[in-house]
């Protein structure tokens, strides 16, 4: 069902949610946040006021609001299954933050609770929304660059965090692992997108470089197969910023290639044409949120729905097996 204002109930106060809840001031005249649901009672006690929203310290309860269109769900990792699962169940449309769930159980759990409920999920894949990234998959679908051949992305920077100020993160039972499935998550969603194909298989070499208090890893290497030939390889990590030629992300084909810093674009072709393509910055949660919004009015289809929410997990849990066995590992097709 469409809908011509998005009511907006926004499930976790901290964090993230800052950047989300500009991104909703940013679209007044397609969304307006109408309750927000935080554990802790000052915080959703302060999110209430600053938002003139209804505030809740369950989300269970927010969930049955009349008042709300759809969740925006802003929770640490292993809390996104429970929140997609009572959201959907209350036909309620859902924004999920990264990663989209943690195990295959809790995926094949997500995938059957939208699917049965009919709602729309979309996966908050911010950097999709970078005018860079669409530029890129515009000309990998015309074929410019030919049969692609291999993607590569990059998400590295110097992290700060310590024991003092990691919290949740610093455990893999609430985090699911480590980097690769926190920051690394972005590179994964990325090559997805760009290599357009089914994830097959996957491997990882996966290092703890300096953040030693932390049960999982710091940064990762990982290669992925895709089911029409494509190569992926990805950086990431919180140890340290990559060199200044590194690209954000590239493609090459039979006919050239395209690579990025995440702000401008080049196409090089074999034949010997070179045109880079120059694009202003984007506030990418502003343009993910104006994509959800425009999705539920128009009842069109997000960029990244569970289906690749799914996809993405399936990649890290492949990468993590392949680690752990030193082998290539299967994609699970949950």
């Known amino acids: ?40 009672p000052e915080t959703a006690a302060r999110r209430g006021k600053e938002l003139n929203a209804t505030s809740y310290t369950d989300f269970n309860e927010l969930v049955l609001d009349e008042n709300v269109d759809a969740v925006d769900i802003c929770l640490p990792h292993h809390l996104h299954k429970d929140a997609i699962v009572a959201a ?19 995926a094949r759990e997500v995938k ?36 692609v051949f291999e993607v590569r ?70 290669l992925v197969r895709f089911d029409n030939d494509v190569v992926g390889h990805l950086a990431t990590s919180w140890a340290y910023d990559p060199t200044p030629t590194t690209e954000r992300f590239s493609a090459v084909g039979d006919l050239g290639s395209i690579s990025s810093d995440g702000i ?4 090089s072709l074999r034949a010997g044409t070179v045109e880079t393509f120059e694009f202003e910055d984007v506030e990418t949660f502003s343009a993910e949120i104006d994509h959800f919004a425009q999705c539920l009015i128009n009842g069109t289809r997000p960029l990244h729905t569970e289906k690749e929410g799914v996809e993405v997990l399936g990649m890290i849990l492949a990468a993590y097996e392949g680690a752990r066995t030193k082998t290539l590992a299967p994609v699970l097709q949950f």
Not at 264 to 267: A, D, I, K, N, P
């Open 1 to 40: 069902m469409s809908l011509n204002h998005v009511r907006i109930g926004l499930i976790g106060g901290g964090g993230i949610a800052t950047e989300h809840i500009r991104g909703y001031l940013a679209h007044p005249d397609t969304t307006t946040i109408t309750a927000v649901a935080d554990a802790v």
């Open 264 to 267: 401008s674009l080049t196409l």
């Open 88 to 106: 959907a169940r209350a036909r309620k449309h859902i924004l999920c933050e990264k990663p989209l769930c943690l195990t295959p159980e809790e």
């Open 112 to 147: 059957a609770a939208v699917t049965e409920s009919g709602v729309t999920l979309m996966c908050a894949h911010n950097q999709l929304f970078m005018p860079a990234v669409a530029k890129a998959k515009e000309l990998l679908d015309s074929g410019a660059i030919g049969t």
């Open 153 to 222: 992305t990059t998400d590295s920077f110097y992290n700060h965090f310590d024991p003092a100020n990691m919290g949740w993160r610093a455990s893999a039972k609430t985090s699911g692992g480590g980097e690769l499935i926190d920051t690394g998550y972005h590179p994964t969603y990325l090559m997805l997108h760009l290599a357009g194909g089914v994830p097959v298989e996957a491997t990882a070499l996966l290092s703890t470089h300096r953040l030693k208090f932390m049960e999982g890893e710091d940064s990762a290497q990982v």
